[in-house]
């Protein structure tokens, strides 16, 4: 969507990009709601965002392009390998920055005033989407293949800031909260997790009987709900905060309600209170994937713990879970 929010982009794999502006109330959708422009690429497009302030777009594909609306050829492209570039997105406080995914496990920066990229980190698995903090202008976030979401710096992409593990399955999409604190992930493993930027945990899961594979999550501009589509061709809205109940409270109601916060706040360490609050119900297939994760993971720990007692003191490397899962870093 345009800064002014009067128009839209959209991209396909039939090589065409579509320029559309929001028709005027009462108009016919089916006859006035036409694209205003298009424009015939030379190869697929695979993702599109828009620049926070200016009109200019960029999509990927084979390449990066940057367009201006108006003209009908990139005003300037980037390529970096050989490997299609999965999806993009412009950084919403330095707008002249944007974040890819490749299909060659890369993540990669780029910043439309110069004439080449700026450095990228390449992952030991394909990463599937990136979005932005939208109050830290140096963190993004990725959601990758091997189930995990990783939180990067954009000044030192050596490491992750964090490691966000709860899903079982190859994390698909990722959007932040307007606030900057929380963004949602959407996986392969049918469920919908939200989680705080600085934690390692999920603190909800949503799911339901008939809800597929999740292809993209979109957090609502006022932090209330959180939406989400699916492969069963649906569209859901859920709430930020289930048990949250919407519209006017009566003052008592509302003075209740914040006592009720306070306490769980108070006691939130406390073991009784930690395990009502952190539990939640999933699907048996979920459960039992995530016991099998465990075992594995704490396998490997052992397996680690016991190369390191019997062996000669400095000789095994220890590498952290922030470090693990990158490979190497390109400039």
Not at 32 to 49: A, C, M, Q, R
Request: proline share 4%; aromatic share 10%.
């Amino acid at each position: 969507m345009n800064p002014e929010g009067t128009g839209f982009v959209s991209v396909g794999e039939d090589k065409v990009i579509k320029l559309w502006r929001f028709p005027e109330d009462g108009a016919n959708f089916e006859t006035e709601w036409l694209p205003t422009s298009t424009i015939l690429g030379k190869s697929i497009f695979l993702s599109v965002d828009h620049h926070w302030r200016e009109p200019i777009f960029a999509t990927c594909g084979d390449q990066v392009d940057i367009w201006e609306d108006g003209r009908t050829e990139p005003v300037r492209s980037f390529t970096w390998g050989v490997d299609s570039v999965t999806s993009l997105k412009f950084n919403p406080i330095e707008y002249h920055v944007l974040a890819t995914t490749g299909s060659d496990r890369t993540v990669a920066l780029y910043d439309i005033r110069s004439a080449s990229p700026l450095r990228k980190v390449v992952m030991a698995m394909k990463s599937n989407s990136v979005a932005w903090n939208p109050m830290e202008a140096f963190m993004f976030t990725i959601a990758n293949e091997d189930s995990n979401l990783y939180t990067f710096d954009m000044r030192k992409l050596d490491k992750a800031m964090n490691v966000h593990m709860d899903h079982v399955m190859a994390a698909l999409d990722v959007d932040y909260c307007p606030t900057g604190k929380e963004f949602v992930s959407g996986s392969f493993d049918k469920t919908i997790r939200i989680f705080a930027s600085d934690t390692g945990r999920s603190r909800e899961v949503y799911h339901t009987k008939r809800m597929q594979r999740i292809f993209c999550v979109k957090w609502s501009a006022d932090s209330t709900y959180v939406l989400s589509g699916s492969d069963e061709s649906n569209i859901r809205v859920w709430k930020t905060k289930a048990s949250q109940k919407l519209g006017k409270l009566a003052p008592r109601e509302a003075s209740s309600l914040e006592y009720a916060e306070a306490l769980k706040d108070r006691y939130k360490y406390h073991p009784q209170v930690k395990r009502i609050a952190r539990h939640r119900h999933v699907p048996k297939m979920i459960h039992k994937a995530a016991a099998e994760k465990r075992v594995i993971l704490d396998s490997q720990k052992r397996k680690l713990n016991n190369r390191i007692m019997h062996s000669k003191p400095g000789s095994v490397t220890v590498v952290p879970e922030r470090k693990k899962h990158i490979v190497s870093q390109e400039e």
